[in-house]
């Protein structure tokens, strides 16, 4: 055989090597939790797998996709705007867009509000509604990974404080996850050449979407090194939720089930752009990834990472460490822990007005909010030790050799007040108490946090800005800033009392009609006159019933209507229904309107009977008579 045909079958076969697509093991939603045997072995081979969504999904996830790709311009443009900086990472050609936040705990925290503005109110409310999806499949994803490892005495993960981990759930809840929607462009290069080469990414697991190409929808640019080492495409049905592993998942874990870090690289031809969501799962900041030569932490890893920025970042709150996350280097924050289980999985965090709306047994102020105590199962012993409980910005502590003094400062407000500061950096960190500085006045009971139930709100609010709310963390502002309705009682009065509202308004104009028919004999300036109180009060209290629909309340919009219906069929319903009119009477009216004003004015009064002939300002055929 000739040298060039040696070539030439060596060159097939290295294109059959790379050019059979990878199958992905799919698990439905609702089922996951029954087949722990199929996901332990897709956990341990390519560390891979594919969680099938409700139908809704899809839709939600091409419009998200669809709207970052939308607004690309104006997000790769916000860097002069929102003071983003550049970041190289694992990015070889192009560049990268990255709009962040995270969830604490269990806790999601919000979206920059830019987003809103450049993209669009619906676009950035699908964003949240892709987020809750994607955290939904990652929750299930967790309890079946929790089923799948073998129960040991071994803690999976310990801190360097002592606590210990036996459970991905109680591992994942106590860390700062992070979330990251980006946008990948390709300009220049060959389109052979990998725009992201072979890597893991650091933490846990990541939980994403399929990517979208803002061109032709269609996206495959991703690329898996399986257990043989050949790298193979990938092709993801958009109705998924992919779970891929990270470094973390198989070297962090002290775990009797041995997973394998996903190894993936990224191709794009050139001229592509492509759009993307994940959510990269961690692990407490001070838990010891590392045993030898000597422990670490994360904390460490993340100084250990820190690169020089290259790519458009819109950050929340991550300022100087940075973790390989989501395909590039991306920053994170210090890990705040929450241990309260009857929070809502995916309540965002409420604005309150001051420090006394936090309960100090499950929550503190910081943040302008109510946040979750972290490491709250620590908290005796941290008090026992002489450390306290401070609202801090994370990346001044590092950058002071933890200073808590300089920690602070970014959080306390123009009032003075510690944690009243408008800035989302800021969280609760135990530290060594600072004579001059107080800490937050913790309340135990017998060494363990009171089982206090949680406030029915926080805050409040004369209108909820997402659109209609059936239940919201921040309480309802009824007319006046007194009647703030903080407990499911007054929620209960304000509804009965805006129904009562409701049916005023139909009262009072059913008086006016009475009123009016019995001034007939009166002066013409006395009719005017009463007509316009009645008329001034009628406006006053709808209006009023206005204002409340405004706070976008749906038991409260319901009340209104509710009021409405009710006093119509109390008070006006019988005008429709038993309304009769004289034909005499309107034969004379239509005479004298005929004789004195023309045609017009009579052919308007024959839709006005003597029942209603006094004007209630709407009625266009008579407008014309009082």
């Known amino acids: 055989m000739t040298y060039q045909g040696l070539v030439v079958l060596w060159a097939a076969a290295a294109v059959s090597m790379v050019s059979a697509s990878l199958a992905v093991p799919s698990f439905p939603l609702t089922t996951l939790h029954e087949d722990i045997s199929s996901i332990a072995q897709a956990l341990r081979e390519n560390g891979l797998l594919a969680i099938e969504m409700p139908s809704e999904y899809t839709a939600t996830r091409n419009y998200a996709l669809s709207g970052v790709c939308s607004c690309w311009n104006s997000l790769a443009e916000a860097r002069s705007v929102l003071g983003g900086n550049t970041m190289s990472g694992l990015l070889q050609q192009g560049a990268r867009t990255t709009v962040a936040t995270a969830t604490v705990g269990s806790t999601p925290l919000p979206l920059p509000t830019e987003i809103a503005q450049m993209c669009g109110a619906d676009v950035a409310d699908a964003l949240d509604t892709l987020r809750d999806q994607v955290a939904a499949a990652s929750q299930a994803f967790i309890a079946a990974w929790d089923q799948s490892i073998p129960s040991s005495r071994t803690p999976l993960l310990r801190t360097k404080h002592g606590v210990e981990y036996h459970r991905i759930h109680d591992i994942v809840k106590a860390s700062t996850n992070l979330e990251h929607f980006h946008l990948y462009s390709k300009t220049t290069g060959d389109e052979d050449d990998p725009d992201l080469s072979v890597h893991t990414d650091a933490g846990l697991f990541l939980s994403f979407v399929p990517a ?118 991306v920053p994170v924050q210090e890990s705040v822990v929450s241990n309260d289980d009857s929070a809502s999985p995916r309540r965002r965090l409420a604005m309150v007005d001051n420090a006394s709306v936090c309960n100090n047994v499950t929550n503190f102020y910081c943040w302008m909010s109510c946040l979750d105590i972290p490491e709250a199962d620590q908290a005796q012993q941290h008090l026992e030790n002489g450390h306290g409980l401070y609202c801090v910005d994370p990346s001044v502590m590092h950058s002071t050799n933890n200073d808590v003094a300089q920690g602070v400062e970014p959080c306390i407000g123009e009032d003075g007040l510690f944690g009243s500061a408008m800035n989302e950096a800021c969280v609760g960190s135990w530290q060594p108490r600072v004579d001059h500085l107080a800490a937050v006045p913790i309340s135990l009971d017998d060494s363990q946090f009171s089982q206090e139930e949680a406030p029915y709100c926080y805050g409040g609010s004369v209108m909820f800005h997402d659109g209609f709310q059936w239940k919201s963390t921040t309480c309802a502002i009824l007319l006046f800033p007194q009647w703030v309705l903080s407990t499911q009682g007054q929620f209960i009065a304000g509804c009965f009392g805006t129904v009562l509202l409701g049916v005023l308004v139909e009262f009072i104009l059913f008086q006016r009609r009475k009123v009016m028919k019995r001034m007939e004999q009166s002066s ?66 239509q005479e004298t309107l005929s004789e004195e004003d023309g045609t017009e004015k009579a052919s308007q009064s024959r839709c006005c009977s003597e029942d209603t002939d006094h004007a209630e300002g709407i009625t266009p055929c008579c407008q014309h008579t009082l």
């Open 212 to 329: 979208l190409d803002c061109t032709n929808g269609e996206d495959s640019s991703f690329w898996v090194e399986d257990v043989h080492g050949t790298l193979q495409p990938v092709k993801f049905a958009e109705n998924a939720v992919i779970i891929m592993m990270g470094a973390g998942a198989e070297h962090w874990l002290q775990s009797p089930l041995k997973v394998r870090a996903t190894r993936h690289a990224v191709r794009m031809p050139v001229g592509t752009v492509r759009s993307w969501y994940g959510m990269m799962h961690l692990v407490p900041s001070t838990a010891i990834i590392q045993e030898s030569p000597e422990p670490r932490t994360l904390a460490d890893l993340q100084q250990a990472l820190v690169h020089t920025r290259s790519d458009t970042t819109l950050q929340m709150r991550y300022q100087d460490d940075v973790i390989s996350m989501g395909c590039g280097s």
């Open 524 to 589: 013409r300036a006395m009719r005017l006159t009463m007509s316009a109180i009645v008329y001034g009060l009628q406006l006053t209290i709808g209006y009023m019933v206005m204002l409340v629909v405004m706070i976008y309340s749906a038991p409260l919009f319901v009340a209104v209507i509710g009021g409405l219906a009710l006093g119509h069929v109390l008070f006006n319903a019988k005008d429709a229904v038993f309304a009769t009119s004289s034909p005499t009477t309107v034969a004379k009216a």
